[in-house]
């Protein structure tokens, strides 16, 4: 019989082999799959982890991916400290980019890119609305934010159907549900590298992450306001015990995780796509669940967090149009790595002791 | 109390072996118990006692070591296993179903077929036999705690047990609801059942044991005639070195000046298993100890919260502080203001467990460091600004850390709780309440956070010991009131005041309570 004992501390070596041991197990895991399903299992494993870092605008490309995942998951990563549910991201990043994109619809003929951060401003506020819904009914009337927010997803990916159907729908679009394109101003550019022209889709948006992951970092380990967060999640009684205010905390947690994911949503439409359509998200709100946890929560974690699925997303891409493997295999390595990580999280705690069965 | 000619044995254990991960809870434990003895087993917090009695009643496995029964080997492999061997068991926390009558709850538990009426016609019987009244129609929900243990204890007879272990049953009971209980389990030895009796209460195990059994670290030390011994070779046995006494002076710095006054204070449950405080009254002068006995779940934990600030006050003059109403006050403006909670549950109420001490030291000193209204400054506060004062309160307090700044869960109980006091004392308040402080802790801490309190009293600030430990309520206060389902009785001079009275007054009596007053 197989028996968990606590350790005492918890392992440092298992603080640093456990995630190169389970990409390792994944890795191994996905050829075992790849084989029985008839598939060259050594192609594959190029495909999926090794492609996406062939070509340096492929490389560029992963940034581009992960973008919106380490923007979305460092909001995510804020709830979770605080023990709030946010599962709703997806529709706080489809309501952000809605408002910001009726916004810059009503403004056809700007053209400086100052607008951007109007509209980075307005998607912020789009999303943390959108995120407020479920924060007061928790706090007033105590009704499950996972609920809420979870359901609130699919209000949200009907309305921006029904806004580019109907109220915004191109009259010039053929009878396809589109918005007129942005404004000149509210585009994001890709960057120009002298001599070489554009990396891929590497825009300038992707700038944001170098001050969005070094600000969280300080917010969470060196502020009194994260340090509220730190304890909240911990220890709920011991937080009321310090006189920290936990509806204010839950509140501000989910304004700020629902304002990032609008903030996200803003910057991939406005670099990427240029206009509302049905899908704006392809579910970058819920892959950022995986990728905050994968990042253990913190920031610079969540960074390689975000870099990892990425290349693991954009592979299966590859691999779909190299080798006809249906792309759902990103969701089958996301799901066999996020289990091997939880694993290896679990023996940092507790050491395994094989008995016989009495 | 049985006449012992030649003690025949009815349960033996050999060698019983017990860890958890590096923890031993039982180190090589031989126990042997007669037929009709009163068995107490003995030992302070983390001792081993409970682990010991659950491998006896089958919810543990122990690693190592046999149990016989009427000499014979037994393998206990689950509680319904000890059943058929004879083994009963009272726990501590009682594991009745509040929404089930008495007689549903005792029907659950049973191993044989029984109609319903023939249940009720055997409760009934038993319960007549034994004098352990209790109406098995009953809800569960509406028996009070001292009823419930005998609905456990009924629970037990019904299986006809030969041995009956009890796991600290008068920690949740009043003085007179313990006599009655040494009563009944007198008689019930006398008639050949044998018994198990767990507790930490000296005088208890003197009055009622036949032989007693001390545990320390998990080890037996020592099995000794109860009738031959005395407490204090208990206890310091039990310990395992000299028990000092406490310094007992503060009645001399008693002063007529009020420091906390509560007026008619209401306050109504916020869940449905919450306890509604009724027009609390209440006053503390310095240099005196109040104490707030009653049993535990009468309301105490929402007072503490109301006197805090956790929760605020309906109206602002229910609570004064020197005759200024504070009862809007938050806990953090309380704090400012002089007053310090010292909560009963230590982890995860008073120090967050996987957080160090210099981050449990900020958790209520955050409010001392940002520069006034300097938002920027006030949001780059954080717990590295902790460690100066994190490092003198464990210098000043004795505290015991495994490493420099240590997480809270590394400390041992008493160690943690030095520490909380010690960080409220540093915000040197005029008013210290406390709650059980010395619940859990060794024998040792537990003098030195008495002494403290003492010692408190006597610098002239004004302190308030909730507790349900009358020995300590008595031992400390200057002055005594009891609580009881959400109502405090009027406060009595401790020479006024006996620890009948007090039992009375934690039972819900209310013709005594008028009796106590008359009497002043």
Redesign the interface.
Known sequence: MITF????KVSKNWTIIGPILSIFLTVFFGLLIFTFLGYNPLETLYQVFLSPFSRIDRISDIFVKACPLVIVGTGLMLCFRANVWNIGAEGQFIMGTLLAGSFALLFPSVETKFFIFIMIVIGFIGGALWAFIPAILKTKLNVNEILVSLMLVYVAMLFIDFIVRGPLRDPMSFGFPLSKPYPDGAIINKIPFPGIGYLGQLHYGILIILLLIPISWLFV???????KI??LG??P??A????FKQNTITITVLLLSGGLAGVAGVIEVSANIGQLQPEVSFGYGFTAIIVAFLGRLNPIGILFAGIIIATVKLGADNAQMSMGIPKVVTGLFEGILLFFLLTGETLQKYKIKWSKV? | MAIKKEPEILLKASKINKS???FIANKDIDISIAKGEIHALLGENGAGKSTLVKIFYGVL?PDTGTIEINNSEVYISSPNSARKNGIGMVFQHFSLFPALTVAENILIALDKKIKFKDLISEISKLSKEWELFVDPLKRVSELSVGEQQRVEIIRCLMQNPKLLIMDEPTSVLTPQEISNLFKILKRLASSGCSILYISHKLEEIIELADQVTILKSGESIATIDAKKTNTKFLAETMVGKEITDLKKTNSISVTKDTALELNGLNKDKETDFGISLKNINLKVNYGEILGVAGIAGNGQVELMEIL???TLCEKDDQILLENKPVGFK???ER?QLGIETI?E?R?????????TIA?NT???Y??KY?KANDIIS???????NSKIESEKIIKDNDVRCPETNPLANQLSGGNLQKFILGRSLANNPKVAIFSQPTWGVDIGAATSIRQKLLNLSNSGKAVILISQDLEEIFELSDKICVMNDGTLSKILPVAQITAEDVGLLMGGKLDASNQVETTE
């Open positions: 004992v606590p350790r005492d380990n060196k502020t009194l306001s994260g340090f730190n304890v911990s220890a009684k011991a009321k015990f310090a006189g009495t | 958890f991960g590096n496995k805090s600030g956790e938050s806990i953090t704090r909560p549950e982890t995860l109420h008073a120090t967050v467990p996987n957080l981050e900020f958790l209520t955050f409010f940002p006030n949001l780059l506060n954080n717990p590295h």
